[in-house]
């Protein structure tokens, strides 16, 4: 960068000017600079791919970081405010405008490409640390338990995670994306969490006797972060309503769920997929001898049945079919499902196997044990039988499919013929469907 003398010696008597700061002034910039540590917990992103010991590695990553804005701030807070004229440039700008001015639009370019990318990266680490809150929050009992309910396909906490990402959408929408609110919002969460966090590791310090040097260098921090976190709370007032508010809501949404307050609410919306529901209905008494697909699915390195036989009503012939066919192959576990239709396009809340699918399952399972066949019974939910024995064949990696015909009315044989053409269309080529009579 080429400055002249004159330009030198603005930017010195910028990096000294702070002795003319008022004392409210000065409060509220040191508030505001603990901004720029946010990013300390991304290290903890880091941590699969440190070299051991990690704890050191994490503690000189930290130290660097520190020392860089320590560092960087300053002195680009000094060349911003003394080479450019502020009052004509957008405060959100001021890194990228002086790039461009002593470096050209290619400098201009790496600034914005850079700051770009360390946001992206930062909104990444927020997102999953939000989600994992929730997921967290929600298996202690703070929060409804679908929240933490998994994706079957990607098996990941699809709820906690729309969550954390609509909510901050949906705050940026409503102050209209003004960076200045955003940022004081900001300050209040992330400063009353460095207080917590703080205040935690003190009193620990403080229980376990530690008295020494970094026990007081701690002491010293919280003071620091929570004369920072005042300041804010006086000074920025909107933030602290907004702040006050949000935990106002989540102070009450973890009363409410652990009193059970929101039970009716929340068992009167539906589920959109068979998942979901299946998944809550497992918790309840009416499911603790069978079982759901998805836990069905992680009994497999015990247990691997090469068999699914799908049931409506109890079936000696199909049975003893499948019990030839186990035999055959020297096995003696095998899958048995049965599919509670659901009418409609959702799926009911808190509502378990029915008193047929216990049945049918239970007498199954006495069945095949009378010729040593273990039984791995499973109860699914499905607005169409086919679709949903063709979906559990294909996620328990079976080579056959068993089904069997019925006594029943001229009806239930067309209501049969129905699943029996969703199978054969459904099904994979490597998977048999064999027909007992």
């Known amino acids: 960068m080429d400055l002249t003398d004159e330009q030198w010696e603005i930017v010195f008597e910028r990096l000294v000017g702070f002795r003319d700061v008022a004392l409210t002034q000065g409060l509220v910039g040191f508030g505001s600079a603990w901004l720029a540590f946010s990013g300390l917990e991304s290290i903890s992103q880091l941590s699969p791919a440190m070299s051991e010991p990690r704890a050191k590695v994490a503690r000189r990553a930290m130290i660097l970081v520190v020392a860089s804005v320590l560092i ?72 409804p338990a679908r929240v933490a309910a998994l994706n079957r396909k990607f098996g990941t906490p699809h709820t906690a995670i729309g969550i954390a ?66 300041t804010n709370l006086f000074v920025k007032t909107l933030a602290t309503a907004f702040g006050l508010a949000a935990t106002a809501i989540g102070v ?93 396009p959702f799926y009911p809340t808190l509502i378990g196997p029915s008193e047929e699918a216990r049945e049918v399952l239970g007498e199954m399972v006495r069945a095949f044990e009378k010729d040593e066949i273990e039984v791995i019974p499973i109860w699914r939910m499905g607005h169409d039988a086919g679709t949903s024995i063709a979906g559990a064949a294909v996620d328990l990696g079976v080579d056959a499919v068993m089904v069997g ?15 029996l053409r969703k199978l054969l269309h459904k099904l994979p080529e490597s998977i048999r469907l064999i027909i007992c009579n």
């Open 72 to 143: 960087t701030a300053p002195l680009l807070t000094a060349f911003s405010i003394a080479l450019l004229q502020a009052r004509q440039v957008n405060p959100d700008r001021f890194v990228s405008e002086l790039g461009f001015a002593y470096g050209g639009m290619p400098l201009q370019i790496a600034v914005v490409i850079t700051a770009g990318s360390l946001l992206l990266f930062a909104s990444n680490t927020a997102i999953i640390g939000a989600y994992h809150v929730f997921v967290a929050l929600a298996r202690k009992g703070y929060m």
């Open 165 to 230: 990402v609509l909510a901050p959408l949906g705050i940026v929408v409503a102050t209209r994306g003004r960076m200045d609110l955003l940022g004081d919002m900001y300050a209040f969460g992330l400063l009353g969490a460095f207080c917590l966090s703080s205040i935690g590791l003190d009193r620990i310090r403080w229980i376990e006797g530690r008295r020494g040097l970094v026990a007081w260098i701690g002491f010293a921090t919280t003071l620091m972060v929570f004369t920072a976190w005042t």
């Open 252 to 344: 009450g949404v973890a009363v409410g769920t652990r009193r059970g307050w929101f039970d009716r609410i929340i068992g009167a919306v539906p589920y959109f997929t068979a998942e979901e529901a299946e998944s809550m209905a497992a918790q309840l008494p009416t499911a603790a001898r069978i079982v759901t697909l998805p836990e069905a699915v992680t009994l497999l390195p015990l247990y691997r049945p090469s068999t699914l036989v799908a049931v409506r009503g109890p079936n000696p012939r199909l049975v003893q079919e499948a019990a030839l066919r186990l035999r055959g192959r020297g096995e003696s576990v095998a899958a048995v499902l049965y599919v509670d239709e659901i009418p409609g």
């Open 405 to 419: 015909t019925s006594q029943r009315s001229a009806l239930w044989h067309l209501v049969r013929g129905d699943v």
